[in-house]
């Protein structure tokens, strides 16, 4: 389990507030570790800072992923950061509209960031502005759609316009 | 008629200079047994050296995050065990941890040190194979036809625990689907004794064996500034020095009980990581020893699951003999239950990196998104800088050393 150290957490707001007071929608404190949401414009220069402020230091991306809220017509990326040396975890989250799908890129930030915007853009469309290599990475390349999105339901069992009489169904 | 050429036509600098040079391009996989599962490498070389690396991943995508947004959550174990499934049942452990955190199920300390056992289990089973298949890609076939007795025996004491071997779909939510059998812990008793002789064997055939050490010394060197920037865990980043283990900064399932020691390496070299992966399981012997003492000392020697309605089928008796428990099996199997809504990130020392899991309900039946942190897939994109100017023979070294599985790749 993470050990949740409020101290940690208000001084990561607070250090995060003073500094992109305007980029910040708002944060909350989840059952396992704090989450900040952040405007996308602003979301390298925060991850930037996360990493080299000598006192916050979150210096590991653990991970990145997509999210589709088909209710708000929206995308969104969750990003989950790792300070070693504080042994503190936080996650970030942002949101651009599916009519507009790009976040700027974290892979200037982290190498490692490059495999999981491809994976993100290949399963959700999501546009990472200055990656150097946005193609498809684990579905074939010439797919058109983004098959994460939630207005691909999987096959619903209750369907009858499958013939299965072959199969003894 | 012979072509006139000038005197110095044939000289060896000449030629240096000025023609082009000749790159070959070569097809590594997708499935060539070097590489250890379906994934392909499109390398330039330059004669035996690697000019540059192109990765094609993607072959074996089973859409699991998908399919993962339709099943109740019972039905995501299975799922889980083909991420890496030469250890799946640290996959299944974990993800049932995952859905516990979310639930809020606490679960009773002699469950936690039965899945010890089975992880440490499979961490080794995991370990084996890792390291006797660096033994055949460096050339010596031996230590691998020694070790794979060993994780067979391990297969077999799975068998006993669950019923199934390669593909585990291990325990509950909550627990475990049964006690463990005597004669399961006989086996595991007997593996105890008699794995550190043949470990040892294993380690005396590679260790300080002159061939092996010339040709893992040095080869595939990474260091920890650019490990952590490509986001290593596991034996990898640990073998670059940083003894970064999730088992001692975030311990789960009563890990902070435990002594052991995590195993670092220098220079970050296939040397290292075999030799920290060869250390880490002697500490897995050790912490299934100390979990054995530990449920010895328990009084308690019945207990294998949460008590937790919602989720954790009854026993079969009851769903027999009690209607309340039949319409909870009932409502468990037909995934009828609602799960509270939320988020979670949790995450195991998987047998190669940091497993996580980042699981999102919406208050409803199944997982609104599930996203599998899979550790090989986040390293192996630092293969290309790892292999560049190196020569081919050291490179399928070097990716049989970072333990990347195809599973876990593709998802």
Redesign the interface.
């Given at each position: 389990?993470?050990?949740i150290i409020p101290e940690r957490d208000q001084f990561a707001i607070a250090k995060l507030t003073s500094s992109f007071a305007t980029a910040i929608d708002h944060h909350e404190l989840?059952?396992?570790?704090l989450c900040i949401t952040v405007k996308k414009e602003s979301i390298a220069e925060i991850l930037l800072f996360l990493r080299d402020d000598k006192e916050l230091q979150y210096?590991?991306?653990?991970?990145l992923?997509g999210?589709h809220y088909p209710e708000k017509d929206q995308l969104g990326v969750?990003y989950?950061l790792h300070s070693?040396v504080n042994?503190h975890?936080i996650?970030l989250k942002t949101a651009t509209l599916i009519s507009d799908p790009t976040i700027p890129s974290a892979t200037s930030v982290?190498?490692?960031a490059?495999?999981?915007e491809r994976?993100t853009y290949d399963?959700f469309g999501i546009q990472f502005v200055g990656h150097p290599n946005l193609t498809?990475?684990?579905?074939?390349d010439d797919m058109v759609d983004f098959?994460?999105r939630k207005e691909?339901?999987?096959e619903d069992q209750t369907r009858d316009d499958k013939d299965d009489s072959q199969f003894g169904r | 008629m012979a072509k006139e050429v000038n005197s110095d036509y044939w000289d060896k600098d000449r030629v240096k200079a000025e023609e082009p040079k000749e790159y070959n391009t070569l097809n590594v996989g997708p499935t060539h047994p070097a590489t250890h599962g379906v994934f392909q490498n499109i390398m330039l070389m330059d004669g035996e050296y690697i000019v540059s690396t192109e990765q094609t991943i993607g072959y074996i995508h089973r859409a699991f995050e998908k399919i993962a947004e339709r099943r109740p959550f019972y039905q995501i174990t299975p799922l889980t065990d083909r991420l890496n499934y030469c250890s799946a049942p640290l996959n299944n452990m974990g993800w049932h941890m995952t859905v516990e955190k979310l639930l809020g199920i606490e679960t009773p300390k002699r469950v936690d040190y039965l899945r010890i056992v089975i992880m440490e289990l499979a961490r080794i089973a995991d370990h084996i194979i890792c390291n006797s298949v660096i033994g055949v890609d460096s050339g010596a076939l031996t230590g691998f036809t020694y070790m794979f007795q060993d994780r067979e025996f391990i297969y077999e004491i799975y068998e006993e625990i669950c019923g199934s071997r390669l593909t585990t779909n291990m325990g509950r939510i909550g627990g475990f689907e049964r006690n463990f059998s005597p004669k399961a812990w006989e086996k595991i008793k007997y593996f105890l004794e008699f794995f550190p002789a043949k470990l040892k064997e294993f380690e005396t055939l590679l260790m300080r064996n002159r061939i092996f050490m010339d040709r893992t010394i040095n080869v595939g060197a990474f260091p920890l500034d650019r490990a952590l920037a490509y986001g290593f865990t596991g034996p990898n980043l640990r073998a670059c020095g940083l003894d970064y283990d999730v088992r001692v900064m975030n311990p789960y399932c009563s890990y902070e009980e435990f002594e052991f020691t995590i195993p670092v390496g220098q220079n970050g070299d296939t040397y290292d990581r075999f030799m920290v992966r060869q250390e880490e399981m002697k500490q897995s012997l050790s912490i299934i020893q100390q979990a054995l003492d530990k449920l010895d000392a328990l009084e308690d020697k019945e207990t294998y699951y949460a008590r937790d309605p919602r989720f954790v089928l009854p026993p079969k008796e009851k769903v027999y003999n009690n209607m309340e428990a039949l319409i909870w099996h009932f409502k468990i199997v037909m995934g009828e239950t609602d799960i509270p809504a939320g988020e979670v990130y949790h995450c195991i020392e998987g047998a190669n990196g940091e497993l996580g899991f980042y699981l999102v309900s919406d208050g409803g039946r199944t997982a609104s998104r599930l996203h599998f942190r899979r550790p090989g897939f986040i390293y192996y994109q630092a293969y290309p800088e790892m292999v560049q100017g190196t020569m081919l023979s050291d490179a399928i070294l070097t990716m049989s050393s970072m333990n990347v599985i195809a599973g876990e790749l593709d998802a």
């Open positions: 389990m993470f050990e989840m059952k396992d570790m210096n590991f991306l653990t991970t992923c999210m969750v989950h070693f042994n975890r996650r982290w190498p490692t490059n495999w999981m994976e399963f498809r990475i684990l579905n074939v098959p994460l691909f339901p999987l | -």
